[in-house]
Nanobody, 123 residues
Framework: QVQLAESGGGLVQAGGSLRLSCVAS???????TGWFRQAPGKERTFVAA????????YYDDSVKGRFTISRDNAKNTVYLQMSSLKPEVTAVYSC?????????????????WGQGTQVTVSS
């Protein structure tokens, strides 16, 4: 059984930074990992993903240049460094383990999910 646990969310002012962590138990390091976010009343949307080696990363256009995804397989952990934060990125951020050969930027491409961590950016 795979379990994912996010941490690092919180309240930050616009322009600030946060680093989210996703710690996994079970089979994780051999899989792509993604971060998604869901704002109140909206659908879950893709933020970033990283392949199992960390050699390839993928970002939603809205976060390119401001967010960085990375991983430490020795610690079974994936990170999302977020900078220059804007109020519109306020949401619950969740990490997920990717399915082999599946889509990268859609939730259907992932099988195990964490509970999420709240990120709130004030103006």
């Amino acid at each position: 059984q795979v379990q994912l646990a996010e941490s690092g969310g919180g309240l930050v002012q616009a322009g600030g930074s946060l680093r989210l962590s996703c710690v996994a138990s079970g089979a994780f390091s051999m899989y792509r990992t993604g971060w998604f976010r869901q704002a109140p009343g909206k659908e879950r949307t893709f933020v970033a993903a990283i392949d199992r080696s960390g050699g390839n990363t993928y970002y939603d256009d809205s976060v390119k240049g401001r967010f960085t995804i990375s991983r430490d397989n020795a610690k079974n952990t994936v990170y999302l460094q977020m900078s220059s934060l804007k109020p519109e990125v306020t949401a619950v951020y969740s990490c997920a383990r990717g399915k082999f050969g599946s889509v990268i930027k859609y939730p259907s491409g992932y099988d195990y999910w964490g509970q999420g961590t709240q990120v709130t950016v004030s103006s």
